[in-house]
Every structure is written in C-alpha cells, then in structure tokens.
C-alpha cells in the first residue's frame, strides 16, 4: 500500500520531454501527489526496450524545478533519476507514459514505457505504466487516460502488489464517458507478422522500414488485448521474473 497523500512521484516515458501523454501523465499524478518530478528523454525512444546506453555518456538537462530530461533512453532516465536527480528524495511511486498507443501483448517487450516501469521496478520502487490506445492518429483520445488516470492509480496504490511485478494499464480508444469499466486482465497475443516495406535510398540502395504490427481480428477473453478493444480499461500485472515455472518441474534432474 502507498500512501499517495505523502507520495513523492517520478514520471517518465519513451515518447519525449515535449510529449503530450506526458503532460496528461503529469495532470494525473499531481491530482493524487502534491510532489511530482518528470525525468524523460530528450527525443521519442519509442520501442526502445529496456535498453541501457552503454557506449557514450549522457547528459542531463535541467528545464525547471524538478523537471529534467536525459539525452538517452526511457531507462537511463529512471536509472539516472533514481541514482543522481534524486539521490536525496527518492521516489514512492514511479508513472510511465502515457504512452501514445497501446502497450499490449507482446508490445511489453519492445515498449519503453513499460522498460522504464520495469527499471524503476528492479530498482525497488513501485510503478505503474499507462497507454492510451488508438485506432486514429490523428485523433488520440487523451481526456479518456486524463479522466481516469486518477482514479486508477489511487486503487492501485491502496492495494500495492508484488516487489517483482509492475502494472500495465492501457485506456480504450472510447470518449472517457463511453469507458466500459475497468477489468484485471493477462498479457494477451496477436502477433502474426510485420509490415515490412522495401524501398531505395538516392544512391540507389536497398532498405527496408519496419511498419506497423499485424493485428488479429478476434482476442481471447480475459486478455488485456480483448479488454481494450471491447472498450474497457486494462490492468495487467506484469512480473519481472521470465522463469516458465512448468518448464522447470519437468526438466528437474533431466541433466544430472
């Protein structure tokens, strides 16, 4: 349990300093913590993973109080907030996105929204990734991640959850009044295949531009991916640890 009235919050994402999930992030962690920090990345670090910069350095920019971007990826942020920026005053909760579009199914493994949850995550800080879903660019529903944003967080936060595991929170793309509840769902899947275009540079050579990923018509039930697309809010719990526990009892003793 987090006692968000005495919180102190750092949010973050994978789309960039100057993003607009970011300032609805920043609208719904200041309407439940009155101390919030933003660390985000300078450029959009969209499916980025949970990649760490390792080959040059990074530098941090301060652009107000307590509100600093990185010139590297959504978990150098976290890692560089927790262990310098905020060294002094380290935080209760950490919020990731809103992420402009979905984080579903396998979307978790190349998402950094969810890579900086994760980091702050094995950090021993709680966090909780948010997405806002969409089918029109050009039309992303954010009132619907803003109005509800809230509410969300302080359940979650009254109810707390494993050290190992982080949230995974994806809004609908319905108006927030048209928000068919709220439903606690397992990582669903959907991939069948990229969409690669292939095409020429002016000096004539070949490249090819990995495009949107392949949808499935139907999802199954109880899936974070069925939740959404039937207009509900997503709730996923997502564990760090990989381990196929199945596995693992049968191969006992396979190699002594």
């Known amino acids: 349990m987090i006692d968000l009235s005495q919180a102190r919050i750092l949010i973050s994402n994978d789309d960039g300093i100057h993003a607009p999930g970011l300032k609805v992030l920043e609208h719904i962690a200041k309407a439940v913590a009155k101390e919030v920090w933003v660390v985000a990345p300078e450029t959009e670090q969209s ?4 990649s760490l910069t390792l080959r040059r350095p990074l530098r941090i920019h301060k652009h107000s109080d307590r509100r600093y971007s990185v010139d590297g990826t959504p978990t150098d942020c976290v890692l560089l ?3 310098e920026i905020m060294k002094d005053c380290p935080p209760d909760l950490v919020l990731t ?3 402009r579009g979905g984080n579903l199914g396998e979307d978790v493994t190349y998402s950094g929204t969810i ?7 094995l950090l021993g800080v709680p966090a909780i990734a948010l997405s806002q879903y969409f089918n029109d660019a050009n039309r992303v529903k954010w009132s619907t991640a803003e109005t509800h944003g809230p509410q969300i967080v302080k359940h979650l936060a009254e109810l707390g959850w494993a050290k190992n595991t982080l949230m995974n929170v994806n809004f609908p793309d319905v108006v927030a009044q048209s928000v068919k509840g709220v439903e606690v ?12 275009a292939r095409g ?3 000096r004539g050579e070949e490249y090819f531009w990995i495009g949107a990923l392949q949808s499935a018509d139907t999802f199954d039930v109880g899936t974070d991916l069925h939740a959404v697309m039937n207009g509900a809010i997503s709730i996923s719990p997502i564990s760090l640890d990989f381990t196929d526990y199945d596995s693992l009892k049968k191969m006992e003793g396979a190699f002594k």
């Open 47 to 50: 499916a980025t993973g949970h």
């Open 81 to 83: 907030a927790m262990n």
């Open 97 to 99: 996105g809103v992420n």
């Open 115 to 121: 890579a900086a949850a994760m980091e702050s995550t």
């Open 185 to 196: 769902t397992r990582q669903g899947r959907r991939k069948i295949g990229d969409d690669l």
């Open 200 to 202: 020429h540079d002016p």
